[in-house]
């Protein structure tokens, strides 16, 4: 049955019927897969949850559900079969695998195979830590350089976005944007320009770090809630990327069915083009300019709909170069946030840098990390360089941390050992040893708590005044001793 698999989903298998005796599920279901997948693939909370506390966060949601029927364990001996709802997930897999044209079936197309099982506990999980099927399927696509077989989409899908670029529409219905502070205005303007009949086409001019981008991201939040009005329902906003057309069109015949496909699908497509001056023919040659050839007359004719992204100074010079991008496009200004603005960015996206990091940031550091790259850090605009220094905060954070004691080092190092233990006999099919391993595995977790209660360790580190100043201070060159004696470092709250 598991001839077409890797190793590590074989593994991963193996592992989720350890998992599920246990406890004490007379099944394996699609929650012991993800715990298997947890212990097989290492890279799973690099790669997709990003948090380092998730596997223990998913672990003690699945134990806690599975303690409410207090079932004892069953020995490891018993051949547990799979659920009908895993057996659903692995024929996914099968899909997925298929769907990228690889010849056996990965962790990866597990993962998507449990999020495919949208009932499923594990599915519902794997949501609320922030996954989607759309967001592994898009990192297994750049990591492979594969593209999807138009023959296996679900019916009534329209085609990848993956083929063009990145969908926003279904980002924003993942939860993976942060959201839009400060800019109704440009807002409103970009959806009235959207519903005009001629000239329908916004141009976003402002200078770099203003959030251009950021607010056709909550015109994608607006689509996914459906809250557009009628006439303007787009199904998605497609960020073009011309370097993945070019790149995905190799041969003279793909690449004119690709442009087919551009200009004629996906119905009800709405296309982003950041650094409108390049596209739209100043500088560009070769396959760009033909894309360029291919776009303008479809422009002109209404038959697609764009949104332009560039700057105040490069948009004049653009229109003396192409004169019909004049005819097409309408600008929208965005100017700069005020600092009070830009605080309130920060405040809404903080949350998604302290997951990222596994650290927490105090109200202070994000108000003196505006008020100090707006002193500081010049040709950047807020909030991109407030959030710039947040990000190089939580990096400076986690990459100076104190050094641990002896003893808690060697309980990490005891737990690993009794770890790699119970894997391998998971492995080995060595149940019994396995469940044995399983107990040290738990003393020695519990025995490392104490510990880190005892030496005060915090494995949240906090991003504070002090942290930002120093940031500051290695960027510019200039000692935190003058950056805390400027006025600079005095903003009003």
Not at 334 to 348: F, H, M, Y
Not at 390 to 418: H, S, Y
Request: glycine share 6%; hydrophobic share 40%; charged share 30%.
């Amino acid at each position: 049955m598991f001839q077409k698999y890797t190793e590590k989903a074989r593994r991963t298998i193996f592992f989720g019927r350890f998992e599920a005796s246990q406890l004490g599920s007379p099944y394996i279901e699609s929650e012991h897969l993800l715990l298997g997948l947890l212990r097989e693939y290492k890279g799973l909370t690099q790669r997709f949850l990003k948090n380092a506390g998730a596997t223990e966060l998913i672990r003690k949601q699945i134990e806690d559900t599975a303690a409410a029927g207090k079932k004892p364990p069953i020995s490891t001996s018993v051949d547990l079969p799979l659920s009908n709802e895993c057996k659903r997930v692995l024929a996914y897999a099968a899909e997925e695998a298929e769907r990228f044209s690889h010849q056996h079936i990965g962790c990866e197309h597990l993962l998507v195979g449990l999020l495919r099982e949208e009932k499923s506990l594990a599915a519902e999980i794997l949501r609320r830590c922030g996954l989607s099927e759309s967001v592994v399927r898009e990192e297994l696509a750049r990591s492979t350089g594969a593209s999807f077989s138009p023959a296996l989409e679900h019916a009534g899908e329209t085609k990848s976005s993956l083929e063009f670029g990145p969908d926003l529409v279904a980002q924003a219905s993942n939860d993976q944007q942060p959201p839009l502070v400060g800019r109704e205005t440009e807002l409103e303007q970009l959806i009235r320009i959207l519903g005009r009949f001629k000239k329908n086409n916004p141009v976003l001019l402002g200078e770099p770090g203003v959030g251009k981008r950021a607010i056709v991201e909550g015109l994608a939040r607006l689509i996914a809630r459906g809250e557009l009005p009628a006439g303007l329902r787009y199904q998605s906003i497609v960020a073009l990327d011309l370097a993945m057309v070019i790149l995905n069109a190799r041969d003279r015949d793909r690449y004119h069915e690709f442009m087919h496909e551009l200009l004629y699908g996906p119905p009800g497509a709405l296309f982003l083009i950041e650094g409108l001056e390049r596209v739209a023919g100043s500088g560009v040659s070769g396959k760009s300019l033909e894309i360029v050839h291919i776009l303008k007359p479809a422009l002109l004719r209404g038959t697609i709909q764009c949104i332009g992204i560039t700057t105040p100074t490069r948009y004049p010079r653009l229109l003396e170069a192409e004169p019909w991008v004049e005819r097409c496009f309408e600008p929208v200004a965005v100017k700069e946030l005020s600092e009070a603005e830009a605080l309130q960015v920060l405040l809404a996206t903080k949350k998604r840098y302290e997951t990222f990091h596994g650290i927490t940031y105090t109200e202070e550091a994000l108000l003196y990390a505006v008020f100090l790259s707006n002193g500081y850090v010049v040709n950047r605009s807020l909030p991109d360089k407030a959030l710039d220094l947040i990000d190089e905060a939580g990096t400076w954070m986690k990459l100076n941390q104190p050094q641990v004691p002896q003893e808690v080092k060697d309980c990490q190092k005891r737990l690993k050992f009794v770890t790699d233990r119970m894997e391998s006999a998971v492995s080995n099919h060595e149940f019994e040893k396995a469940r044995f391993y399983s107990d040290e595995v738990r003393k020695e977790q519990e025995a490392l708590n104490l510990l880190r209660e005892k030496h005060k360790i915090n494995d949240v580190s906090v991003v504070t005044r002090e942290t930002i100043e120093e940031v500051i201070s290695r960027r510019t060159g200039i000692p935190v001793s003058a950056i805390r004696k400027s006025r600079l470092t005095e903003p009003q709250a």
